[in-house]
């Protein structure tokens, strides 16, 4: 305010303050807005003459979510978390061009239009697989747009994609598709494996009744061997069985001279475990020595007379 003292022109001022992380420029009635911008700490001012305009110069976090289109033609919505912040050297510009609240007219129509831009480039399932790839061409063309109205971006990330629930059901039928497909392949090859193992068990059967055949030909002992072989198996079992059983030699195949039932031996596949044991000559029994005669008893003397 301009006061006249002794003819000498006086002017009053005032203080104004700016807080940590902000910035002020002045508006003027007579020459409008300033270039200058003022820091942190306390600055002056011609009361009525000027204004402070503040700006907030940290980083705002933002969350923008805009449904776009895939190049499959699938409703895709995304979820994008910008970090943004104004120019400091340019805060003339952006009160002249914008105003205070830059955030609000300038982010939610550049973020629309990028995403719409680079989604449209991808698949739907490309979209989950090439997630970092298109998180990086968003932030790069968001941070080259965002020049242009002197806004710095600090980070952009994608937060969260989702589909139409149409989409989602649809992808869930293809994935349950593909596991059957994998099951009845699966199936199909061990139905294989199975069939060529019988063809493995019925050749290998062939040839050991071959050998078996070649075996009782040159050797007609053998049938006596696998006989006892039978015998001592069958007494094994029925030996730690709790049930009493009292069987015959003919039963327990035990007449190892009876060659009429060599043929019957050939139902029993048990190995030679003791071959070495049974092929050796068994030793006849030595004769039982006859008891001694037990001799007479001695007469018992009368009894004396009393």
């Given amino acids: 305010i301009l006061r006249s003292f002794k003819n000498k022109a006086v002017v009053s001022t005032q203080s ?34 000027h204004t402070p305009i503040i ?32 120019d400091p050297v340019k805060l003339t510009n952006i009160a002249r061009r914008l105003g205070l609240d830059f955030n609000d007219r300038v982010l939610p129509s550049i973020v629309n239009e990028i995403l719409k831009s680079v989604v449209a480039q991808f698949n739907a399932s490309q979209l989950i697989t090439q997630r970092q790839m298109v998180s990086d061409m968003v932030r790069e063309q968001l941070v080259e747009r965002a020049r242009d109205f002197d806004i710095i971006l600090e980070d952009v990330a994608i937060t969260d994609v989702s589909f139409t629930p149409q ?37 290998g059967e062939a040839r050991a009744a071959l050998m078996l055949g070649e075996a009782i030909a040159n050797n007609p002992g053998f049938l006596k061997l696998r006989r006892i072989q039978a015998a001592r198996h ?12 009292y069987l015959s030699s003919d039963s327990l195949f035990l ?52």
Avoid: C
């Fill in 16 to 49: 104004t303050g700016v807080e940590g992380g902000h910035r002020s420029i002045l508006f003027s009635r007579l020459g409008g807005l300033q270039e200058k911008v003022y820091k942190e700490g306390l600055n002056f001012k011609v009361p009525w003459l």
């Fill in 55 to 86: 700006y907030d110069i940290r980083a705002t976090p933002r969350r923008i979510t805009s449904p776009t289109g895939s190049k499959d033609l699938q409703t895709i919505n995304i979820s994008l978390r910008v970090l943004s912040r104004p």
């Fill in 167 to 203: 989409y989602t059901a649809a992808v869930e039928a293809k994935q349950i598709a593909q596991q059957e497909a994998q099951r009845s392949a699966f199936l199909v090859e061990k139905a294989g494996q199975e069939r060529q193992q019988k063809i493995v068990q019925a050749e």
């Fill in 234 to 245: 069958i007494a094994g079992t029925m030996a730690k069985s709790q049930n009493k059983t």
């Fill in 255 to 306: 007449n190892i001279r009876d060659t009429e039932r060599d043929e019957k031996l050939f139902s029993f596949g048990l190995e030679p475990e003791f071959e070495a044991a049974t092929t050796a000559p068994i030793p006849e029994a030595a004769p039982i020595p006859e008891a001694a005669p037990i001799p007479e008893a001695a007469p018992i003397p009368e009894a004396a007379a009393i």
